[in-house]
């Protein structure tokens, strides 16, 4: 009888006890191979290049600004991104599924449902914060599109309409739009407010 191959697994850096907690309940799971631990933001790069892992445990704390998970999932499109933050609100973690990651997870979730997100998102499904997976071909509603994701990123820095639209080759009018779906995805109903969302000040 065939014996599938163990999901192959990167952990970034995290805080002492939370990175030594995921190693020691990772590397428990026979089913589950760790090929990088305590990894670096600086390093995250080389790192999934040179070991290729099915999945990538991300320290969102760490990580510069959320638009790095963007930038890692189309760098690495074969890993797939599981995301852990401090108590991440929907909104928070719809942005961070629409940005590439493929789960999106609060440090103080119970230990299986850390291993059952890395399971269902070796296999593509989208893992949210209630625990429920989703297709990877999205039968979420509230997730941020690409071009909205872009506007998130451009509103978080603070640029007007008319930058944006410079910025991404749109119209203005096309920006308030997208922007009006940003609010009401996020469950935000200003910019001031977007700007209080955790994911969006880092």
Aim: proline share 5%.
């Amino acid at each position: 009888m065939d014996v599938a191959a163990p999901i192959t697994v990167a952990i970034a850096r995290f805080e002492d006890l939370i990175g030594a907690g995921l190693r020691s309940l990772i590397g428990a799971d026979p089913n589950i191979a760790i090929v990088a631990s305590d990894v670096a933001v600086d390093r995250l790069d080389a790192v999934i290049a040179q070991q290729s892992p099915r999945v990538a445990l991300l320290n969102l704390a760490a990580l510069p600004a959320p638009t790095e998970v963007r930038r890692l999932h189309t760098a690495h499109p074969e890993s797939r991104l599981v995301v852990l933050a401090g108590h991440p609100t929907a909104g928070e973690c719809n942005q961070l599924l629409a940005l590439g990651a493929t789960a999106c997870l609060g440090k103080e979730v119970q230990a299986r449902d850390v291993l059952t997100a890395i399971h269902l998102a070796s296999r593509g499904l989208h893992v949210l914060p209630d625990g429920k997976a989703t297709s990877a071909n999205g039968d979420v509603h509230d997730i941020l599109t690409p071009r909205e994701a872009e506007v998130l990123d451009q509103l978080a820095l603070g640029q007007s309409n008319a930058e944006i639209a410079a910025a991404l080759s749109v119209s203005v009018e096309t920006v308030r739009t997208h922007a009006r779906s940003v609010f009401r995805k996020l469950g935000v109903r200003s910019r001031r407010e977007l700007t209080s969302l955790p994911a969006a000040r880092r």
